[in-house]
Protein backbone atom coordinates (compact mmCIF):
# COMPACT_ATOMS: atom_id res chain seq x y z
CA UNK A 1 0.00 0.00 0.00
CA UNK A 2 1.56 3.24 -1.02
CA UNK A 3 0.07 6.37 0.15
CA UNK A 4 0.46 10.05 -0.98
CA UNK A 5 -0.59 13.36 0.87
CA UNK A 6 -2.69 16.78 -0.89
CA UNK A 7 -1.53 18.91 1.27
CA UNK A 8 -4.46 21.46 1.76
CA UNK A 9 -3.97 22.56 5.33
CA UNK A 10 -6.84 21.56 7.77
CA UNK A 11 -8.58 19.69 4.57
CA UNK A 12 -5.47 17.66 3.54
CA UNK A 13 -5.96 14.14 3.18
CA UNK A 14 -4.23 10.79 2.00
CA UNK A 15 -4.18 9.25 -1.84
CA UNK A 16 -4.20 5.19 -0.85
CA UNK A 17 -2.89 3.15 -4.06
CA UNK A 18 -2.30 -0.69 -3.47
CA UNK A 19 -3.56 -3.46 -4.89
CA UNK A 20 -6.50 -6.10 -3.33
CA UNK A 21 -6.64 -3.14 -0.33
CA UNK A 22 -10.71 -2.57 -0.68
CA UNK A 23 -11.22 -5.04 2.47
CA UNK A 24 -8.97 -2.69 4.54
CA UNK A 25 -11.09 0.76 3.83
CA UNK A 26 -12.87 0.01 6.56
CA UNK A 27 -10.03 0.04 9.27
CA UNK A 28 -8.65 2.81 6.79
CA UNK A 29 -11.86 4.97 8.03
CA UNK A 30 -12.20 4.42 11.54
CA UNK A 31 -8.92 5.68 11.71
CA UNK A 32 -10.32 8.93 10.12
CA UNK A 33 -13.39 9.38 12.25
CA UNK A 34 -15.56 10.34 9.58
CA UNK A 35 -18.78 8.96 11.31
CA UNK A 36 -20.52 5.11 12.17
CA UNK A 37 -22.56 5.21 9.20
CA UNK A 38 -21.71 5.04 5.53
CA UNK A 39 -23.89 5.95 2.24
CA UNK A 40 -22.39 4.26 0.01
CA UNK A 41 -23.10 5.98 -4.06
CA UNK A 42 -22.53 3.22 -6.36
CA UNK A 43 -24.38 1.45 -9.40
CA UNK A 44 -25.62 -1.95 -9.94
CA UNK A 45 -22.80 -3.29 -11.77
CA UNK A 46 -20.01 -2.33 -8.82
CA UNK A 47 -22.06 -3.21 -6.38
CA UNK A 48 -22.76 -6.61 -7.72
CA UNK A 49 -19.06 -6.94 -8.23
CA UNK A 50 -17.20 -5.21 -4.97
CA UNK A 51 -19.75 -4.62 -2.61
CA UNK A 52 -19.48 -7.40 -0.47
CA UNK A 53 -15.80 -6.86 0.00
CA UNK A 54 -16.31 -3.47 0.99
CA UNK A 55 -19.10 -4.18 3.35
CA UNK A 56 -17.10 -6.81 4.78
CA UNK A 57 -14.49 -4.37 5.77
CA UNK A 58 -17.31 -2.11 7.09
CA UNK A 59 -19.03 -4.50 8.75
CA UNK A 60 -15.60 -5.53 10.59
CA UNK A 61 -14.68 -1.85 11.55
CA UNK A 62 -18.10 -0.91 13.45
CA UNK A 63 -19.38 1.13 10.42
CA UNK A 64 -23.02 0.85 9.51
CA UNK A 65 -24.17 1.05 5.83
CA UNK A 66 -26.39 1.40 3.10
CA UNK A 67 -25.94 1.10 -0.62
CA UNK A 68 -27.90 3.30 -3.09
CA UNK A 69 -27.19 2.86 -6.82
CA UNK A 70 -27.90 5.10 -9.43
CA UNK A 71 -28.32 4.69 -13.47
CA UNK A 72 -24.77 3.68 -14.91
CA UNK A 73 -22.73 6.36 -16.72
CA UNK A 74 -22.96 9.82 -17.30
CA UNK A 75 -26.71 10.10 -17.51
CA UNK A 76 -26.60 9.41 -13.52
CA UNK A 77 -24.56 12.87 -13.17
CA UNK A 78 -28.08 14.71 -13.32
CA UNK A 79 -29.49 17.46 -10.77
CA UNK A 80 -32.05 15.46 -10.62
CA UNK A 81 -30.54 12.20 -9.15
CA UNK A 82 -28.89 14.34 -6.99
CA UNK A 83 -31.78 16.09 -5.47
CA UNK A 84 -33.00 12.58 -5.20
CA UNK A 85 -30.65 11.13 -3.31
CA UNK A 86 -30.35 14.26 -0.84
CA UNK A 87 -33.98 13.11 -0.19
CA UNK A 88 -32.96 9.95 0.27
CA UNK A 89 -29.83 10.58 2.35
CA UNK A 90 -32.23 13.11 4.63
CA UNK A 91 -34.45 10.09 5.52
CA UNK A 92 -31.49 7.83 6.09
CA UNK A 93 -29.81 9.90 8.43
CA UNK A 94 -32.63 10.02 11.53
CA UNK A 95 -29.86 9.88 14.42
CA UNK A 96 -27.00 9.16 12.62
CA UNK A 97 -23.93 10.80 11.66
CA UNK A 98 -23.61 9.78 8.02
CA UNK A 99 -21.12 10.37 5.16
CA UNK A 100 -20.67 9.53 1.82
CA UNK A 101 -18.39 6.36 0.51
CA UNK A 102 -18.61 6.78 -3.86
CA UNK A 103 -18.07 3.79 -4.96
CA UNK A 104 -17.34 3.56 -8.75
CA UNK A 105 -15.50 5.67 -11.31
CA UNK A 106 -15.76 9.45 -12.19
CA UNK A 107 -19.48 9.55 -12.90
CA UNK A 108 -20.35 8.39 -9.12
CA UNK A 109 -17.13 10.28 -7.98
CA UNK A 110 -18.61 13.81 -9.13
CA UNK A 111 -22.32 12.83 -8.67
CA UNK A 112 -21.22 11.66 -5.22
CA UNK A 113 -19.13 15.04 -4.13
CA UNK A 114 -21.45 17.07 -5.07
CA UNK A 115 -24.05 15.50 -3.07
CA UNK A 116 -21.65 15.69 -0.29
CA UNK A 117 -21.17 19.10 -0.62
CA UNK A 118 -24.78 20.88 -0.75
CA UNK A 119 -26.49 18.39 1.88
CA UNK A 120 -26.43 20.20 5.36
CA UNK A 121 -23.62 22.55 3.72
CA UNK A 122 -21.55 19.76 3.12
CA UNK A 123 -20.55 16.16 5.32
CA UNK A 124 -17.40 14.42 4.77
CA UNK A 125 -17.06 11.78 2.09
CA UNK A 126 -14.58 8.95 0.70
CA UNK A 127 -13.44 8.43 -2.87
CA UNK A 128 -13.05 4.86 -3.74
CA UNK A 129 -12.39 4.96 -7.45
CA UNK A 130 -13.02 1.83 -9.59
CA UNK A 131 -11.93 3.01 -13.19
CA UNK A 132 -8.41 4.23 -14.55
CA UNK A 133 -9.72 7.64 -14.95
CA UNK A 134 -11.02 7.95 -11.74
CA UNK A 135 -7.99 6.61 -10.37
CA UNK A 136 -5.70 8.97 -12.12
CA UNK A 137 -7.96 11.88 -12.26
CA UNK A 138 -11.14 12.78 -11.30
CA UNK A 139 -11.37 11.50 -7.46
CA UNK A 140 -7.88 13.39 -6.51
CA UNK A 141 -8.88 17.35 -6.29
CA UNK A 142 -12.56 17.96 -4.74
CA UNK A 143 -13.81 19.16 -8.49
CA UNK A 144 -17.39 18.00 -7.83
CA UNK A 145 -20.50 18.32 -10.79
CA UNK A 146 -23.70 17.34 -12.35
CA UNK A 147 -24.36 18.23 -15.86
CA UNK A 148 -27.37 19.84 -16.99
CA UNK A 149 -28.26 20.47 -21.08
CA UNK A 150 -26.34 23.16 -21.75
CA UNK A 151 -23.24 21.54 -20.78
CA UNK A 152 -21.09 19.43 -18.65
CA UNK A 153 -20.52 19.91 -15.00
CA UNK A 154 -22.31 23.34 -15.16
CA UNK A 155 -23.64 22.72 -11.82
CA UNK A 156 -20.99 21.80 -9.08
CA UNK A 157 -18.76 22.66 -6.27
CA UNK A 158 -14.74 22.47 -5.40
CA UNK A 159 -15.54 19.83 -2.21
CA UNK A 160 -12.25 18.01 -1.08
CA UNK A 161 -12.74 14.11 -0.09
CA UNK A 162 -11.49 13.09 2.85
CA UNK A 163 -9.66 10.05 1.53
CA UNK A 164 -9.15 8.71 -1.83
CA UNK A 165 -8.76 5.14 -1.68
CA UNK A 166 -7.58 3.65 -4.82
CA UNK A 167 -7.49 -0.44 -5.11
CA UNK A 168 -5.90 -1.28 -8.43
CA UNK A 169 -7.08 -4.97 -8.20
CA UNK A 170 -10.65 -3.16 -9.42
CA UNK A 171 -9.42 -2.42 -12.35
CA UNK A 172 -9.25 -6.21 -13.93
CA UNK A 173 -12.80 -5.98 -14.82
CA UNK A 174 -12.57 -2.80 -16.95
CA UNK A 175 -13.43 -3.40 -20.65
CA UNK A 176 -11.08 -2.25 -22.89
CA UNK A 177 -12.92 0.61 -24.15
CA UNK A 178 -12.56 2.20 -20.18
CA UNK A 179 -8.76 1.30 -20.18
CA UNK A 180 -8.41 3.36 -23.38
CA UNK A 181 -10.44 6.11 -21.74
CA UNK A 182 -8.54 6.57 -18.85
CA UNK A 183 -5.23 6.21 -20.57
CA UNK A 184 -6.53 9.21 -22.56
CA UNK A 185 -5.76 11.66 -19.09
CA UNK A 186 -2.64 9.45 -18.28
CA UNK A 187 -1.01 10.63 -21.83
CA UNK A 188 -2.46 14.28 -20.63
CA UNK A 189 -0.20 13.91 -17.44
CA UNK A 190 2.95 12.47 -19.55
CA UNK A 191 2.18 15.45 -22.68
CA UNK A 192 1.78 18.66 -20.09
CA UNK A 193 3.61 17.50 -17.02
CA UNK A 194 6.01 14.44 -16.87
CA UNK A 195 8.13 13.43 -20.28
CA UNK A 196 9.48 10.40 -18.72
CA UNK A 197 5.55 9.22 -18.13
CA UNK A 198 5.23 9.96 -21.64
CA UNK A 199 8.15 7.84 -22.76
CA UNK A 200 7.30 5.43 -20.31
CA UNK A 201 3.92 4.87 -21.69
CA UNK A 202 5.48 4.64 -25.21
CA UNK A 203 7.24 2.07 -24.49
CA UNK A 204 5.31 -0.16 -21.78
CA UNK A 205 1.71 0.55 -22.92
CA UNK A 206 1.08 -2.88 -24.30
CA UNK A 207 1.62 -4.51 -20.91
CA UNK A 208 -0.53 -1.45 -19.35
CA UNK A 209 -3.41 -2.66 -21.55
CA UNK A 210 -3.02 -6.25 -20.59
CA UNK A 211 -3.98 -5.04 -17.09
CA UNK A 212 -0.12 -5.83 -15.60
CA UNK A 213 -0.65 -4.49 -11.92
CA UNK A 214 3.04 -3.21 -11.43
CA UNK A 215 2.20 -1.49 -14.81
CA UNK A 216 -1.00 0.23 -13.69
CA UNK A 217 0.52 0.91 -10.27
CA UNK A 218 3.08 2.46 -11.64
CA UNK A 219 1.12 4.97 -13.62
CA UNK A 220 -1.47 5.72 -11.19
CA UNK A 221 1.06 6.46 -8.48
CA UNK A 222 2.51 8.52 -11.20
CA UNK A 223 -0.62 10.64 -11.76
CA UNK A 224 -1.97 10.97 -8.19
CA UNK A 225 1.27 12.54 -7.67
CA UNK A 226 1.08 15.01 -10.56
CA UNK A 227 -2.49 15.80 -9.47
CA UNK A 228 -1.91 16.09 -6.00
CA UNK A 229 0.86 18.68 -6.48
CA UNK A 230 -1.05 20.88 -9.29
CA UNK A 231 -4.32 20.87 -6.82
CA UNK A 232 -2.34 21.72 -3.21
CA UNK A 233 -0.71 24.74 -5.62
CA UNK A 234 -3.81 26.39 -7.15
CA UNK A 235 -7.00 24.46 -5.57
CA UNK A 236 -9.49 26.77 -6.85
CA UNK A 237 -7.91 27.09 -9.66
CA UNK A 238 -7.46 30.94 -8.93
CA UNK A 239 -3.17 30.82 -10.10
CA UNK A 240 -3.80 30.01 -13.36
CA UNK A 241 -1.71 26.30 -11.91
CA UNK A 242 -4.70 24.02 -12.42
CA UNK A 243 -5.82 25.18 -15.51
CA UNK A 244 -3.18 22.70 -17.32
CA UNK A 245 -4.83 20.11 -16.34
CA UNK A 246 -7.60 21.24 -18.62
CA UNK A 247 -5.38 19.93 -21.39
CA UNK A 248 -7.71 18.73 -24.28
CA UNK A 249 -10.63 19.54 -22.45
CA UNK A 250 -12.11 22.60 -24.26
CA UNK A 251 -12.57 20.93 -27.55
CA UNK A 252 -12.38 17.36 -25.79
CA UNK A 253 -16.05 18.81 -23.55
CA UNK A 254 -17.42 20.25 -26.58
CA UNK A 255 -17.13 16.92 -28.69
CA UNK A 256 -18.59 14.46 -25.51
CA UNK A 257 -21.47 17.04 -25.06
CA UNK A 258 -22.22 17.63 -29.05
CA UNK A 259 -24.35 14.65 -29.22
CA UNK A 260 -26.43 13.88 -25.87
CA UNK A 261 -26.02 10.07 -26.35
CA UNK A 262 -22.16 10.64 -25.58
CA UNK A 263 -21.22 8.75 -29.22
CA UNK A 264 -18.00 9.85 -27.75
CA UNK A 265 -16.94 8.70 -24.16
CA UNK A 266 -14.78 11.36 -21.76
CA UNK A 267 -11.41 9.81 -22.49
CA UNK A 268 -12.38 9.78 -26.62
CA UNK A 269 -13.20 12.65 -26.30
CA UNK A 270 -10.63 14.39 -24.61
CA UNK A 271 -8.07 12.35 -26.80
CA UNK A 272 -9.73 14.02 -29.48
CA UNK A 273 -9.31 17.07 -27.91
CA UNK A 274 -5.61 16.73 -27.00
CA UNK A 275 -4.97 16.29 -30.82
CA UNK A 276 -6.97 19.28 -32.01
CA UNK A 277 -5.07 21.04 -29.07
CA UNK A 278 -1.84 20.09 -30.57
CA UNK A 279 -3.00 20.96 -34.08
CA UNK A 280 -3.09 24.46 -32.99
CA UNK A 281 -0.10 24.46 -30.88
CA UNK A 282 1.51 23.16 -34.23
CA UNK A 283 -0.04 25.91 -35.98
CA UNK A 284 1.28 28.79 -34.04
CA UNK A 285 4.78 27.17 -33.84
CA UNK A 286 4.80 26.29 -30.25
CA UNK A 287 5.82 22.62 -31.60
CA UNK A 288 7.13 20.43 -34.03
CA UNK A 289 5.04 18.17 -36.04
CA UNK A 290 7.04 14.99 -34.54
CA UNK A 291 5.80 15.56 -31.22
CA UNK A 292 2.04 16.03 -32.56
CA UNK A 293 2.96 12.40 -34.59
CA UNK A 294 4.00 10.90 -31.13
CA UNK A 295 0.82 11.95 -29.41
CA UNK A 296 -0.98 10.50 -32.66
CA UNK A 297 0.56 6.99 -32.35
CA UNK A 298 0.30 6.82 -28.88
CA UNK A 299 -3.63 7.52 -28.86
CA UNK A 300 -4.04 5.20 -31.25
CA UNK A 301 -1.87 2.70 -30.00
CA UNK A 302 -3.98 2.75 -26.44
CA UNK A 303 -7.54 2.30 -28.49
CA UNK A 304 -8.53 5.60 -28.51
CA UNK A 305 -9.65 7.75 -31.60
CA UNK A 306 -7.23 10.43 -33.46
CA UNK A 307 -9.84 11.32 -35.68
CA UNK A 308 -13.38 13.10 -35.65
CA UNK A 309 -15.63 11.48 -37.74
CA UNK A 310 -19.08 10.84 -35.04
CA UNK A 311 -19.85 14.94 -34.50
CA UNK A 312 -19.83 17.71 -36.93
CA UNK A 313 -17.42 20.63 -36.63
CA UNK A 314 -20.57 23.37 -36.37
CA UNK A 315 -22.19 21.27 -33.53
CA UNK A 316 -18.54 21.09 -31.57
CA UNK A 317 -18.09 24.74 -32.26
CA UNK A 318 -21.54 25.50 -30.77
CA UNK A 319 -20.68 23.57 -27.72
CA UNK A 320 -17.26 24.80 -26.66
CA UNK A 321 -19.07 28.54 -26.01
CA UNK A 322 -20.04 26.86 -22.88
CA UNK A 323 -16.29 26.04 -21.68
CA UNK A 324 -15.96 27.64 -18.25
CA UNK A 325 -12.79 29.09 -19.11
CA UNK A 326 -14.81 31.56 -21.44
CA UNK A 327 -15.26 34.86 -20.23
CA UNK A 328 -17.15 37.02 -22.44
CA UNK A 329 -15.84 36.66 -25.95
CA UNK A 330 -12.43 35.57 -24.70
CA UNK A 331 -11.87 32.00 -25.30
CA UNK A 332 -8.88 30.82 -23.28
CA UNK A 333 -6.84 27.55 -24.61
CA UNK A 334 -4.01 24.85 -22.60
CA UNK A 335 -1.59 24.57 -25.56
CA UNK A 336 1.57 22.40 -25.82
CA UNK A 337 4.96 24.45 -25.87
CA UNK A 338 6.95 21.19 -25.87
CA UNK A 339 7.05 17.63 -24.59
CA UNK A 340 5.84 18.14 -20.73
CA UNK A 341 5.80 21.84 -21.49
CA UNK A 342 2.38 24.24 -21.44
CA UNK A 343 1.33 27.72 -22.74
CA UNK A 344 -1.94 28.89 -21.56
CA UNK A 345 -3.01 31.21 -24.78
CA UNK A 346 -5.89 33.72 -24.99
CA UNK A 347 -8.44 34.56 -27.93
CA UNK A 348 -7.36 32.10 -30.06
CA UNK A 349 -9.39 32.76 -33.39
CA UNK A 350 -12.57 31.06 -34.21
CA UNK A 351 -11.00 30.27 -38.03
CA UNK A 352 -8.18 28.43 -36.34
CA UNK A 353 -10.12 26.13 -33.96
CA UNK A 354 -12.16 25.23 -36.98
CA UNK A 355 -9.05 24.75 -38.41
CA UNK A 356 -7.87 22.60 -36.40
CA UNK A 357 -10.89 20.27 -35.87
CA UNK A 358 -11.33 19.94 -39.80
CA UNK A 359 -7.54 18.84 -39.65
CA UNK A 360 -8.83 15.86 -37.03
CA UNK A 361 -11.32 14.86 -40.37
N1 LIG B 1 -13.85 15.68 -11.06
C1 LIG B 1 -12.86 15.70 -11.92
O1 LIG B 1 -11.81 16.30 -11.67
C2 LIG B 1 -12.99 14.93 -13.21
C3 LIG B 1 -11.86 14.72 -14.02
C4 LIG B 1 -12.01 13.94 -15.17
C5 LIG B 1 -13.24 13.39 -15.49
N2 LIG B 1 -14.31 13.62 -14.68
C6 LIG B 1 -15.63 13.04 -14.99
O2 LIG B 1 -15.51 11.62 -14.89
C7 LIG B 1 -16.54 11.04 -15.68
C8 LIG B 1 -16.00 9.87 -16.45
O3 LIG B 1 -15.51 8.92 -15.53
P1 LIG B 1 -15.26 7.40 -15.95
O4 LIG B 1 -14.51 7.37 -17.21
O5 LIG B 1 -14.70 6.73 -14.77
O6 LIG B 1 -16.71 6.89 -16.36
P2 LIG B 1 -17.87 6.13 -15.56
O7 LIG B 1 -17.90 6.54 -14.15
O8 LIG B 1 -19.10 6.30 -16.36
O9 LIG B 1 -17.41 4.62 -15.64
C9 LIG B 1 -17.30 4.03 -16.90
C10 LIG B 1 -18.00 2.66 -16.95
O10 LIG B 1 -17.20 1.73 -16.24
C11 LIG B 1 -18.02 0.99 -15.35
N3 LIG B 1 -17.14 0.59 -14.25
C12 LIG B 1 -16.71 1.32 -13.22
N4 LIG B 1 -15.83 0.65 -12.50
C13 LIG B 1 -15.72 -0.58 -13.05
C14 LIG B 1 -14.94 -1.72 -12.77
N5 LIG B 1 -14.05 -1.74 -11.78
N6 LIG B 1 -15.08 -2.82 -13.56
C15 LIG B 1 -15.94 -2.79 -14.61
N7 LIG B 1 -16.69 -1.72 -14.95
C16 LIG B 1 -16.57 -0.63 -14.18
C17 LIG B 1 -19.12 1.95 -14.99
O11 LIG B 1 -20.25 1.25 -14.52
C18 LIG B 1 -19.37 2.64 -16.32
O12 LIG B 1 -20.21 1.86 -17.12
C19 LIG B 1 -17.08 12.14 -16.57
O13 LIG B 1 -18.35 12.53 -16.09
C20 LIG B 1 -16.09 13.27 -16.39
O14 LIG B 1 -16.69 14.55 -16.54
C21 LIG B 1 -14.20 14.38 -13.56
Redesign the pocket.
Known amino acids: MHTLKLNLKERSYNIVVGSHILAFLGEELAGLQLGKDAYIIT ?1 Y ?2 KE ?1 YGSTLSDGLKKAGINFKFKTVP ?3 KA ?1 DIKIAASLIKDLARFDLRKQPFIIAL ?7 LSGFVASIYKRGIPYVQVP ?2 L ?2 QV ?2 SI ?1 G ?2 AVDLNEG ?2 LAGAFYQPRLVFSDIS ?2 K ?2 DKK ?1 VA ?2 MA ?1 VIKYGLIKDRRLFEYLESKHANILKLKQEYLKHIVKSCARIKASVVSHDEREKKGLRTILNFGHTIGHAIEAASRTYTY ?3 ESIALGMLVALEISLKLDLIQESLLKRAELLISRVGLPVKITKVSTSKILKRHYYDKKFTGNTNKFVLLAGLGKVKIVKNVPLALIHYAIEKRR
Do not use: C, M, P, Y
Open positions: NFIRDSEKGGGVVGDTTLSDSGKTKNLLTLQSGENHG
